[in-house]
């Protein structure tokens, strides 16, 4: 299917849907999670599980690290502020500071680990923009391959992750860059 452009270029669309519904159990857990008491993160945080557990990849006193639940694809991290803060403008500048070096960390694992032809890295901010978990800020970063996007996304609706969480913790704990 093509749509004609103003400059009289043809764009290709490969999608007409753009959905993840297998996130949906993600989405209402971490909804359940913020009106019982605490958020899903704050949870992991303060949990006495093992790192291996929670999938804690790296936790100082400002930030985090940890493996997405329900990942997009293997690899699919996020790292957010250890404080319980929901808005982009209410980070604290050391608090972004760390942040964005703890970030680069985490694009070094993933590339040291997976060779990725190329990575994505945002923020959803807020319900209506995807945020699984509006009341914690978090930035995710996941590892990307030329031609990622397959028959089982594209036609099946299907995401196929190769490894298993453990798996995929044991091999970005392998290529942290901090100790």
Same mark, same amino acid.
Request: aromatic letters at 8%.
């Given at each position: 299917?093509?749509?004609?452009?103003?400059?009289?270029?043809?764009?290709?669309?490969?999608?007409?849907?753009?959905?993840?519904?297998? #996130?949906?159990?993600?989405?209402?857990?971490?909804?359940?999670?913020?009106?019982?008491?605490?958020?899903?993160?704050?949870?992991? $945080?303060?949990?006495?599980?093992?790192?291996?557990?929670?999938?804690?990849?790296?936790?100082?006193?400002?930030?985090?690290?940890?493996?997405?639940?329900?990942?997009?694809?293997?690899?699919?991290?996020?790292?957010?502020?250890?404080?319980?803060?929901?808005?982009?403008?209410?980070? #604290?500048?050391?608090?972004?500071?760390?942040?964005?070096?703890?970030?680069?960390?985490?694009?070094?694992?993933?590339?040291?680990?997976?060779?990725?032809?190329?990575?994505?890295?945002?923020?959803? $901010?807020?319900?209506?923009?995807?945020?699984?978990?509006?009341?914690?800020?978090?930035?995710?970063?996941?590892? #990307?391959?030329?031609?990622?996007?397959?028959?089982?996304?594209?036609?099946?609706?299907?995401?196929?992750?190769?490894?298993?969480?453990?798996?995929?913790?044991?091999?970005?704990?392998?290529?942290?860059?901090?100790?």
């Amino acid at each position: 299917m093509s749509s004609p452009e103003p400059d009289g270029l043809a764009a290709l669309v490969t999608l007409e849907r753009l959905w993840a519904g297998w #996130r949906s159990e993600y989405v209402g857990s971490a909804s359940v999670g913020d009106t019982d008491g605490g958020c899903v993160f704050c949870r992991i $945080l303060a949990s006495e599980d093992s790192p291996e557990q929670t999938y804690l990849l790296w936790r100082d006193d400002t930030c985090a690290a940890l493996l997405n639940a329900f990942p997009y694809t293997s690899g699919h991290l996020m790292v957010l502020p250890v404080r319980h803060v929901a808005e982009l403008e209410d980070v #604290r500048a050391d608090e972004a500071a760390a942040l964005w070096a703890l970030l680069a960390d985490a694009t070094r694992a993933l590339k040291a680990a997976y060779s990725p032809d190329g990575l994505n890295v945002g923020a959803n $901010l807020g319900r209506a923009a995807g945020a699984g978990v509006p009341g914690h800020f978090h930035v995710h970063c996941l590892p #990307r391959w030329d031609g990622d996007t397959n028959f089982m996304t594209s036609l099946a609706e299907a995401r196929v992750l190769p490894e298993s969480l453990p798996a995929t913790y044991a091999r970005l704990g392998k290529a942290w860059p901090r100790s």
